[in-house]
Nanobody, 124 residues
Framework: QVQLVESGGGLVQAGGSLRLSCVAS??????????WLWYRQATGKQRELVAF???????HYADGVKDRFTISTNNAKNTVYLQMNNLNPEDTAVYLC????????????????WGQGTQVTVSS
């Protein structure tokens, strides 16, 4: 199994910035992450995709975060980042890391994994 651990959430004022990180690890086999995704879920709302980055560095952003959020990776460290700038109260949510990854050989079948989430709260 692959474990995803997020960090970097917290409380910030509107207009501020946060950088989220998510590290993938496994106890026995090498982890090969193919696609990284960040989701968020605000209280009482459905989970929504925020951004993703593929292994070839193709990225996609939700309309509401374009030009404010940047997703990037450090493949050597099996880590993905989400740089969030100019935050507003509507960005308040639990942010969840998601990954499609293989264990051992990169040609093995990929499975999908979730982190536990990190809370981001933006005050007005």
């Amino acid at each position: 199994q692959v474990q995803l651990v997020e960090s970097g959430g917290g409380l910030v004022q509107a207009g501020g910035s946060l950088r989220l990180s998510c590290v993938a690890s496994a106890s026995t086999f090498e982890v090969n992450v193919l696609d990284w995704l960040w989701y968020r879920q605000a209280t009482g709302k459905q989970r929504e995709l925020v951004a993703f980055i593929r292994r070839d560095d193709t990225t996609h952003y939700a309309d509401g975060v374009k030009d404010r959020f940047t997703i990037s990776t450090n493949n050597a460290k099996n880590t993905v980042y989400l740089q969030m700038n100019n935050l507003n109260p509507e960005d308040t949510a639990v942010y969840l890391c998601n990954a499609y990854a293989t264990l051992g050989s990169i040609t093995n079948r990929a499975s999908n994994y979730w982190g536990q989430g990190t809370q981001v709260t933006v005050s007005s």
